[in-house]
């Protein structure tokens, strides 16, 4: 197995290069050479436990790790950490289920990546013998920034910085990035939105004469977006293990399809779920699910990509996003890996910020169904699937629930659907508790989040509960302009 670029530069590097790279020389995003099939493995997989089903998968894609590598890595990231021995357990929840991806060290989805990736570019930084350290480069609408703190911090020859939208995050999300300890990060407010920050880390990476600036320093730049295929695949796991639980516990019989419903903004998690179905993974479709920001929506119904637009700030921040990087990738898999077609889709959103992708593209579009859900709905959703069901969903999970009941008015589709959650409802606990009772204005983010914990009957996670006694560690802010000069400032050049 090796990688090579959406943008077609002829440029195939292993797994462990492409993990430290994270972008292309020409700015295209690593893909993997094939897909191996393991749809006549199922049957062999479903009794085994999230690490060693994380082995079977990653082998796949990491194919320069060693088996005693990839498993170092899968046991450190899948441990303790987590606060299930399942790591990702499914709730019945009415005739669907919820794939509950929060149990991790900052109680969202995000964890089940960055908890080992920061294993896997330690390791690859040895298997390489990079003698520079790794500067990881994040840009976050949330969740992904505290995620990658997390995993990152005190790692050996490895700094991280990430820049978030200062007024486009949650107060708790904001809380968790604010108050990371380590000596090697750096977490730094924009004035802006998550577009500006993304936008600005990719002009850094594609900055020859920054680059080549840093690396004279003794520096080269990373990313733990899931433009980085470390992110991305070990993503591909928690799809065969939801899928192959609900074989286990006799919900489904092995081959059978079933549908995943995914809240999405940056196109990762449910690339993720693409990559799974082209491995082999029984699935029906995929129901992308998003919010107020519909241009996703929009792509799937018309075929047509268009963020010229107002991003609107919602309760679901995490998707508050006009530009959905993965989405190249999947360009790259419908067009039949013709690089030339992704190349002048990309020009055409860089330089009009819209394109069009062909009849051709659209028909291999047919596993995707596109849904978006308003703040009103979201808002619904949350109090009636606890009502009817005494289960909490979050603001991001609730629109991809909410889609789902649009998708099944107007399919009638009875397949059995999976929702793939995106974080504990704690980390939004004033917009969830918000929908299920009036609240005093005056109350701060802890007195809500003990409200929450007695009108639910739920407990409070122990990472966001441990909140409330950590110090502030990280109080930068700077202009959009500004993200090179706040890089070189936390390095001290």
Excluded: W
């Amino acid at each position: 197995m090796y990688f090579l670029s959406t943008r077609g530069n002829n440029e195939k590097i292993t797994a462990s290069q492409a993990i430290i790279k994270g972008l292309s020389t020409d700015k295209g995003l690593y893909v993997p050479s094939s897909f191996k099939d393991l749809s006549g493995e199922l049957k062999n997989l479903v009794d085994l436990d999230y690490k060693e089903l994380a082995y079977v998968i990653l082998k796949e894609f990491l194919t320069d790790y060693s088996e005693k590598e990839l498993k170092y890595c899968i046991e450190s990231a899948y441990d303790e950490k987590f606060d299930t021995e399942k790591i990702a357990p499914i709730s019945k929840v009415g005739k669907n289920y919820v794939l509950e991806l929060y149990h991790g060290p900052t109680c969202a989805f995000k964890d089940m990546a960055l908890t080992i990736m920061p294993y896997l570019l330690k390791t690859a930084i040895q298997k390489n013998n990079l003698q520079e350290d790794v500067i990881i480069l994040t840009a976050t609408s949330g969740d992904t920034g505290k995620a990658a703190l997390e995993g990152f911090k005190d790692v050996d020859k490895i700094k991280i910085v990430v820049f978030f939208p200062e007024n486009g995050v949650s107060p708790i999300q904001k809380l968790q990035m604010k108050t990371t300890d380590g000596d090697n990060t750096c977490v730094v407010g924009i004035n802006g939105n998550f577009d500006d920050a993304q936008t600005g880390v990719k002009n850094i990476f594609a900055d020859e004469n920054f680059n080549k600036d840093l690396k004279e320093k003794g520096y080269i730049l990373s990313s733990a977006n899931s433009i980085n295929i470390g992110r991305l695949t070990p993503q591909v796991v928690y799809y065969f293990y939801s899928y192959l639980q609900l074989v286990k516990e006799n919900q489904i019989t092995l081959g059978e399809k079933i549908n995943f419903v995914v809240p999405t903004g940056n196109f990762g998690n449910i690339l993720a779920g693409y990559y799974a179905k082209q491995m082999g993974l029984p699935v029906n479709k995929f129901i992308c699910a998003s919010n107020d920001n519909n241009v996703l929506y929009d792509f799937f119904k018309t075929g047509v990509y268009d963020k010229n637009r107002e991003l609107i700030l919602t309760t679901s921040p995490s998707m508050d996003i006009l530009i959905s990087s993965n989405l190249e990738r999947l360009l790259f898999e419908i067009s039949n890996r013709d690089s030339d077609k992704v190349n002048s889709l990309i020009n055409d959103l860089n330089t009009k910020g819209v394109y069009k992708i062909d009849e051709d593209m659209k028909k291999n579009l047919s596993s995707f169904y596109g849904g978006y859900s308003t703040e009103d709905v979201v808002k619904t959703t949350i109090k009636e699937v606890f009502d009817k069901y005494n289960y909490l969903l979050d603001t991001h999970s609730a629109v991809a629930y909410s889609c789902y009941e649009k998708y099944f008015k107007d399919t009638k589709d009875s397949t059995t659907t999976v929702i793939v959650s995106t974080a504990s409802p704690y980390k939004f606990s004033k917009d969830v508790l918000s929908s299920l009772c009036d609240i005093d204005s005056n109350l701060d983010d802890f007195e809500i989040i003990n409200k929450l914990s007695d009108l639910s009957h739920t407990e409070i996670p122990n990472p966001i509960r441990e909140l409330k006694e950590l110090k502030i560690k990280h109080n930068i802010t700077c202009e959009k302009d500004e993200l090179k000069s706040q890089i070189l400032k936390f390095l001290g050049k």
